[in-house]
């Protein structure tokens, strides 16, 4: 019942986060374009209640979240696939929510539609214990980390030079981090397990 519930309780959370992005990009949308692509006034231009709408979505996620894996007592596994799950979410929701400051270079908001979607699907994929997930989770936020900085210091495709550091965008990134971080040591303790299970003696 209370794994249940905790899966509920993140459908529902990420409903209302989404349901808050696509608010606050109608409302980005609807406001008058600004001369530079990358105007400072069109990324302030948020909708503040939409905001904390987002975040409260992705607070309602991670309270789910914690009742579908921490059960008690809970292992350390648990409580890493928790915390890998969950920042998977809030940065797969980040990625939707800056959508509306690309607008004007389709191929970028395409990507951090794309990009998103794929994060909030390997969150979901974090709710077991699979170190197929835990790859691939750990390689794309890798990549996303190295586009990031790279797009920081040379003129990507479709841009008209190289992108500003932004709030927003060092959010995301120390979201990644820590991803990074928690992946790692589920993926160390995959190995070690698979490697004490390999020396190990079948029994007689």
Do not use: C
């Given at each position: 019942?209370?794994?249940?519930?905790?899966?509920?309780?993140?459908?529902?959370?990420?409903?209302?986060?989404?349901?808050?992005?696509?608010?606050?990009?109608?409302?980005?949308?609807?406001?008058?374009?600004?001369?530079?692509?990358?105007?400072?006034?069109?990324?302030?231009?948020?909708?503040?209640?939409?905001?904390?709408?987002?975040?409260?979505?992705?607070?309602?996620?991670?309270?789910?979240?914690?009742?579908?894996?921490?059960?008690?007592p809970a292992s350390r596994q648990a409580y890493l696939l928790?915390?890998?799950?969950?920042?998977?979410?809030?940065?797969?929701?980040?990625?939707?929510?800056?959508?509306?400051?690309?607008?004007?270079?389709?191929?970028?908001?395409?990507?951090?539609?794309?990009?998103?979607?794929?994060?909030?699907?390997?969150?979901?994929?974090?709710?077991?214990?699979?170190?197929?997930?835990?790859?691939?989770?750990?390689?794309?936020?890798?990549?996303?980390?190295?586009?990031?900085?790279?797009?920081?210091?040379?003129?990507?495709?479709?841009?008209?030079?190289?992108?500003?550091?932004?709030?927003?965008?060092?959010?995301?990134?120390?979201?990644?981090?820590?991803?990074?971080?928690?992946?790692?040591?589920?993926?160390?303790?995959?190995?070690?397990?698979?490697?004490?299970?390999?020396?190990?003696?079948?029994?007689?």
């Amino acid at each position: 019942m209370r794994r249940r519930l905790g899966f509920e309780l993140v459908i529902v959370g990420l409903f209302v986060a989404m349901g808050a992005v696509a608010w606050d990009l109608s409302y980005v949308a609807g406001m008058p374009e600004p001369a530079e692509p990358h105007d400072d006034t069109a990324i302030m231009a948020h909708n503040a209640a939409a905001t904390v709408v987002v975040i409260l979505g992705v607070v309602l996620a991670t309270v789910g979240a914690r009742m579908l894996l921490l059960e008690k007592p809970a292992s350390r596994q648990a409580y890493l696939l928790f915390v890998a799950s969950t920042l998977m979410f809030a940065d797969g929701v980040l990625h939707f929510f800056v959508v509306s400051e690309h607008l004007s270079i389709l191929p970028f908001a395409v990507f951090f539609v794309a990009a998103g979607a794929v994060q909030i699907g390997l969150g979901f994929g974090l709710f077991k214990p699979r170190p197929f997930v835990y790859l691939v989770s750990a390689v794309l936020t890798v990549g996303l980390i190295g586009l990031f900085f790279l797009s920081r210091a040379v003129t990507l495709p479709y841009a008209d030079g190289p992108e500003e550091y932004e709030v927003l965008g060092l959010v995301s990134k120390a979201l990644e981090f820590a991803t990074i971080a928690a992946l790692g040591i589920l993926l160390y303790r995959w190995r070690a397990d698979v490697k004490a299970g390999a020396e190990t003696p079948p029994s007689a």
